[in-house]
């Protein structure tokens, strides 16, 4: 596995029109915001997408989120800061993010769907499938995170 972390390609330059189409998608998505930040931040922890994290991290603290509660997003089914209508929306985060080994259980269905009204439930499955197409690709093109390179305190 390769530990070189520049950029492969410019999506933007090189394929502006499908960028611009994949944001258009996403604009469309009718969903709570914070919900879809903390799925969006689950999704890209999930996948390893060093560039969303930084993105939806720094998008949920601008939204109001805490600083405890994403903190603990990595280990949410533990932890006690989350109700049970984001359990349902994390769970099938996990799912449908992990689908070549979990195929979305009847299970994580049936949470979401009990918290979720079929419209809604629907916005949150193509929140889930966005996120994943982003992480994809900002992985494939070693998008970097924006906040690299950026000067850190000792306290951050």
């Given at each position: 596995?390769?530990?070189?972390?520049?950029?492969?390609?410019?999506?933007?330059?090189?394929?502006?029109?499908?960028?611009?189409?994949?944001?258009?998608?996403e604009q469309?998505?009718?969903?709570?915001?914070?919900?879809?930040?903390?799925?969006?931040?689950?999704?890209?922890?999930?996948?390893?997408?060093?560039?969303?994290?930084?993105?939806?991290?720094?998008?949920?603290?601008?939204?109001?989120?805490?600083?405890?509660?994403?903190?603990?997003?990595?280990?949410?089914?533990?932890?006690?800061?989350?109700?049970?209508?984001?359990?349902?929306?994390?769970?099938?985060?996990?799912?449908?993010?992990?689908?070549?080994?979990?195929?979305?259980?009847?299970?994580?269905?049936?949470?979401?769907?009990?918290?979720?009204?079929?419209?809604?439930?629907?916005n949150l499955?193509?929140?889930?499938?966005?996120?994943?197409?982003?992480?994809?690709?900002?992985?494939?093109?070693?998008?970097?995170?924006?906040?690299?390179?950026?000067?850190?305190?000792?306290?951050?």
């Amino acid at each position: 596995m390769s530990t070189h972390t520049h950029p492969r390609i410019d999506l933007i330059h090189h394929a502006g029109r499908l960028y611009g189409a994949l944001a258009r998608v996403e604009q469309t998505i009718d969903l709570d915001p914070g919900l879809r930040l903390l799925v969006k931040l689950r999704g890209s922890q999930v996948n390893g997408c060093a560039h969303c994290i930084d993105m939806h991290w720094t998008d949920a603290r601008a939204h109001g989120e805490s600083e405890l509660r994403l903190a603990q997003l990595a280990a949410w089914a533990e932890s006690p800061y989350f109700d049970e209508r984001e359990r349902a929306a994390l769970t099938l985060t996990d799912a449908v993010t992990n689908v070549a080994q979990t195929h979305v259980p009847d299970e994580a269905w049936a949470a979401a769907e009990a918290q979720f009204e079929p419209d809604e439930l629907a916005n949150l499955l193509f929140t889930i499938a966005t996120i994943n197409a982003w992480n994809r690709i900002a992985i494939a093109a070693r998008a970097q995170p924006a906040s690299f390179g950026a000067e850190l305190s000792p306290a951050s």
